[in-house]
């Protein structure tokens, strides 16, 4: 199994900063990794797919970048609605998440 | 718009099968190239996926949950299924039901989670 680690755990931002998320896998996942939003009692929403492709209606503020092992998801100046938690998601062998990455108002 | 919504019992006692049922609104679940999933998020795991299965039916268990897994598809009620027996309190979670968009590239095809139900909050106890 693919293990997918991200960090930090837990990220504090002021409003209006830059945010890099990283997540990294065991193994080469190429560039077939997505990266979700998820805010308390919601449904994760997708953001990134393809490593640096994004969803439909996301704001160009969220970009990712990466391949192989290696990822980032940058929020290039955060927004108030941006505070929640953020995972990644390798789909190259099976599918496995990231434990999470926490973005707090500093 | 594509909407997903799952049902099904939020209490199910150990040894017990548990089945959801994930209803598909929008569009017809035999359109397009999608892969239909299931996939679980609780404290202690996190995220989990669970299964994958096209709307003919061939399906991807996680290994890990293969022996008690079974997924099945309606396309008649524009609906699928999860069915998962001798539950334990450790699959205590909340359920989603996803779609899974196609992406074609040289190495081959790959699905990942694109549009998620609500999901629904499944307790095992006695």
């Known amino acids: 199994e693919i293990v997918m680690t991200q960090s930090p755990v837990t990220l504090s931002v002021s409003p209006g900063e830059r945010a890099t998320l990283s997540c990294r896998a065991s193994?080469?996942?190429?560039?077939?990794l997505a990266w979700y939003q998820q805010k308390r009692g919601q449904a994760p929403r997708l953001l990134i797919y393809?490593?640096?492709t994004r969803a439909s209606g996301i704001p160009a503020r969220f970009g990712g970048s990466g391949s192989g092992t290696e990822f980032t998801l940058t929020i290039s100046s955060l927004q108030s609605e941006d505070f929640a938690l953020y995972y990644c998601?390798?789909?190259?062998?099976?599918?496995?998440f990231g434990q999470g990455t926490k973005v707090e108002i500093k | 718009q594509l909407q997903l919504q799952e049902s099904g019992p939020g209490l199910a006692k150990p040894s017990e099968t548990l089945s959801l049922t994930c209803s598909v609104s929008?569009?017809?679940?035999?359109?397009?190239?999608?892969?239909w999933g299931w996939i679980r998020q609780s404290p202690g795991k996190g995220l989990e996926w669970i299964g994958i299965?096209?709307?003919?039916?061939?399906?991807d268990y996680n290994p890990s949950l293969k022996s008690r897994v079974s997924m099945s598809v309606d396309t008649s009620k524009n609906h699928f299924s999860l069915r998962l027996t001798s539950v334990t309190a450790a699959d205590t979670a909340i359920y989603y039901c996803?779609?899974?968009?196609?992406?074609?590239?040289?190495?081959?095809?790959?699905?990942?989670?694109?549009?998620w139900g609500e999901g629904t909050t499944v307790t095992v106890s006695s």
């Open positions: 998601l390798q789909y190259n062998s099976w599918w496995t």
């Open positions: 393809d490593a640096s």
């Open positions: 299965m096209s709307y003919s039916g061939s399906t």
């Open positions: 996803a779609r899974c968009d196609e992406i074609v590239t040289v190495g081959g095809v790959y699905y990942y989670m694109d549009i």
């Open positions: 929008g569009d017809s679940m035999s359109s397009g190239s999608y892969h």
């Open positions: 193994q080469s996942v190429g560039s077939n």
